[in-house]
């Protein structure tokens, strides 16, 4: 007898163990001066599976099976509850080390690139990330933003939400995306609708926050790395805004953002010369 329907059913058994996990609340820290740390982290679970009967020279017996099933987990930090004199804040984690590493890492990787083919690869793998935090996360908050608006208002039916979610697109994009590839649906397709509210937040908040520390390294130098380091272990005790002033960095500044932004537009710049080049 075949083997690969027990494999199949013992892979989808752990699936649905698992499958209903998203976000997991951590154990709560508390400090010596009264706040209570809970960290919160978003869970990504995957498994794969495989397998064949081989057919024997003889007929007697079953055919020789082989086959193999894998999993994997990611654990992705994403913010932490500040709980202090019966207040509660979040303080937004995710992707703000990550992607300060990556920018470190890309920019030493772009300049030691040998052909334009390479440099463009790697700043448009950069660029797409970035699109998906300025827009898409975008149009994600503006798209919950209306919901919670009109929920108290009124019903709202497939009609109403799809409606919601391109007028959300197109707030978001603008004409950088050809309005006969926006995705009405999107809000069926994102678990992260159907969690805490606005569960996407921290992703924008630490990619442009990243964004925003790399371009006072790129500025201040070694100088700035004992700052940083601080500022890291700082995340954990503290709100979002105390975590920016150790790096000198006031979150109300809108110069700060628009400095974060200003990456983006250089790399943009560098793609469209370097095409440019191409041409030549």
């Not at 698992?18 to 209570?36: F, L, R």
């Not at 569960?199 to 790395?225: C, K, S, T």
Request: with cysteine; net charge negative.
């Amino acid at each position: 007898m075949s083997q690969i329907p027990n494999m199949l059913e013992s892979t989808i058994q752990k699936i649905r163990e698992m499958v209903d996990m998203n976000s997991v609340i951590g154990e709560p820290i508390s400090t010596p001066d009264g706040v209570t740390i809970i960290p919160v982290s978003k869970v990504s679970v995957g498994f794969g599976g495989g397998g064949s009967d081989f057919i024997k020279k003889t007929a007697a017996g079953d055919n020789p099976f082989g086959g193999g099933v894998g999993g994997g987990v990611k654990v992705t930090p994403i913010c932490f509850l500040i709980v202090k004199d019966g207040n509660v804040r979040m303080m937004p984690v995710a992707e703000t080390a990550s992607t300060f590493n990556e920018c470190v890492v890309m920019a030493a990787a772009i300049r030691q690139a040998k052909s334009h083919d390479e440099e463009l690869a790697l700043i448009e793998s950069q660029l797409q990330d970035v699109t998906q935090i300025i827009c898409d996360i975008y149009s994600r908050y503006l798209f919950e933003s209306m919901v919670l608006e009109n929920r108290e208002k009124q019903f709202m039916n497939a009609e109403t939400l799809c409606g919601m979610m391109l007028k959300a697109q197109e707030q978001s994009y603008g004409d950088g995306l050809d309005a006969g590839f926006r995705h009405p649906y999107m809000w069926v397709c994102k678990s992260h609708y159907y969690g805490s509210t606005f569960y996407n937040y921290p992703y924008a908040f630490g990619g442009l926050f990243a964004r925003g520390l790399y371009a006072q390294y790129e500025r201040e130098g070694a100088a700035f790395v004992p700052r940083y380091k601080k500022l890291l272990r700082t995340t954990t005790v503290a709100t979002a805004e105390d975590v920016a002033k150790v790096a000198g960095i006031d979150l109300t500044d809108k110069e700060f953002w628009r400095g974060a932004l200003q990456t983006v537009a250089q790399q943009i710049d560098l793609v469209c010369g370097l095409l440019e080049e191409g041409k030549q």
